[in-house]
């Protein structure tokens, strides 16, 4: 094997596995090294999403909701069932064999695609080599034209609550549970937070959840926020804000958390405590004194608009670098690499990322929140349509939620959507491709949508930026 290419991708992740695979559709020479081994033991493709993060969280709040809706729901739609029993070893096989399938996916697609496959370490040595190390420990040096380095994020680690890998967990861990912990512990009311919380919720534990913010979802539309929180709290997640915890103990009755809020010193027990505060870039032993790329204060890889590092033919991509830590930021930062070091057009639109909780109801969002607009100091108008009155909403036994669209006052352009309610994270993609091509809401009101579909309540909420909505009171 030549170890001579044109591109070495080092971190086989949802932001490095695209650029590796574009960069071989370029017709270039193109190796990826990945380290990811399993908590079995095994190797596999796929980085933080496929193995520990998006795909295993979402099968897992997949059978939960059907669990849940089946014992809370069902009987509403004239559904009676009896003896609904929880075999969690069958639920969490079926994660198990969800991430398999997609993490053999990726080398399957190595393989059709062209694209050398190198499982071990990688690290960035002076004059675009790189140094691997084989999981067996054999230990070669490669040389590319273009390295681009994806080697993602790991947990933080909270000092007055480090990881013990079974008392105190991280979101990893907390997805692979054997049983459903009766009291269980999160720290961070963060997406992490809520989404676990959620699974764990729906199989029967007591969940406190202690965030450090006095607000909700800060980063959210507040008006977006003040309902998720309505929704969350109606489902029996006990989420404590202000919460600033100063200790966790491992005894014997369970985990002791120590926390202070506004009343002052509390604790609680706690069977299973999961901490979700938060990623942090993963650079381990990946850049090698003299290699021309150093970290910066807070651990990320500097770069510009373009993902370049700024030393000659180095890249990086992903959670690695600034940004949100979404699996699709960095996939469409990987293929705009592999494309600008083809020669080809390669850009990413910051401004418009979407991003999903997979909460029920789903919170989705692109561009900008009302309270960003407002202290922008341009003049704007809302549109706001409750899915109480989208009759597939309905039909669903979905209602509870609505669509926020916000648009300029001056030319109309949309400015951001704001979505909770059923299926937001699929709702969002039109909102996101509006955004793309600088639509108006008037382009939106003037787009036909099928009936009776969710789609239509992103529709009504565009008509109700104008007060011209049908099938809602225009009291915004
Ligand atoms: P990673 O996925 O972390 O991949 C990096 C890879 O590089 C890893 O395989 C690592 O082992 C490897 N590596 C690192 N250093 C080296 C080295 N020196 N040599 C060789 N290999 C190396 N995002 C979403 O968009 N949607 C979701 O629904 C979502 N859900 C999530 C749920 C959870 C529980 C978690 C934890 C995260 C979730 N995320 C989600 C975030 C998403 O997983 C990350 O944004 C995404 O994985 C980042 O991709 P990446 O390729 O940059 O890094
Ligand atoms: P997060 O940033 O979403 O939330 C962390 C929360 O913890 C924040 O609310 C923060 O205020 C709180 N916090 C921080 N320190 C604390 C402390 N000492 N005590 C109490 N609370 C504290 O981070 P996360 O939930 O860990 O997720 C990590 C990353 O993974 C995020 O960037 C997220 O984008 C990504 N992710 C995405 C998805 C998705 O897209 N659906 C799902 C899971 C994770």
Sequence with gaps: ????????????????????????????????????????????????????????????????????????????????????????????????????????????????????????????????????????????????????????????????????????IDSWDALELGAVPKRLGVIGAGVIGLELGSVWRRLGSEVVVLEALPQFLATLDQQLAREALRQLTRQGLDIRLGAKVTGARVKDEGVEVSYTDAKGDQRITVDTLIVAVGRRPYTQDLLAPGAGVEVDARGFIPVDDHCRTGAEGIWAVGDCVRGPMLAHKGK????????????????????????????????????????????????????????????????????????????????DEILGVHIIGPLAGELIAEAVLALEYSASSEDLQRTMHAHPTLTEAVHEAALAADKRSIDSINRR
Aim: charged share 20%; glycine share 12%.
């Design 332 to 411: 469409e930062e990987g293929v705009m690499v592999a494309d600008l070091i083809a020669g080809r057009y390669g850009e990413v639109n910051y401004r418009a990322i979407p991003s999903v909780i997979y909460t029920a109801p789903e919170i989705a969002t692109v561009g900008a929140t009302e309270e960003q607009v407002k202290a922008s100091g341009r003049a704007y108008k809302v549109g706001l349509f409750p899915f109480l009155a989208d009759g597939r909403a309905r039909a669903l036994e979905a209602t509870a939620g609505f669509v926020k669209l916000i648009a300029a006052e001056d030319n």
């Design 1 to 168: 094997m030549a170890d001579a290419y044109d591109v070495i991708v080092v971190g086989g992740g949802p932001a490095g596995y695209p650029a590796a695979i574009r960069a071989a559709q370029n017709g270039l020479a193109v190796a990826c090294i990945d380290e990811w081994r399993n908590h079995d033991g095994s190797a596999a493709f796929g980085g933080t999403c496929l193995n520990a993060g998006c795909i295993p969280s979402k099968a897992l709040l997949e059978s939960t909701e059907l669990y849940h809706r089946l014992r809370e729901e069902f009987a509403v739609h004239g559904i009676r069932a009896s003896g609904v029993a929880l075999d969690l070893p069958v639920m969490q096989s079926r994660r198990a064999s969800i991430v398999k399938k997609m993490t053999d996916g990726i080398a399957a697609l190595f393989k059709a695609g062209g694209v050398t496959p190198l499982q071990g370490h990688g690290r960035l040595l002076p004059g675009r080599r790189v140094e691997f190390v084989a999981h067996d420990g054999t230990r070669r040096e490669l040389t590319a034209r273009h390295v681009v380095l994806a080697s993602g994020s790991a947990p933080i680690e909270l000092k007055v609550a480090p990881f013990d890998g079974k008392r105190i």
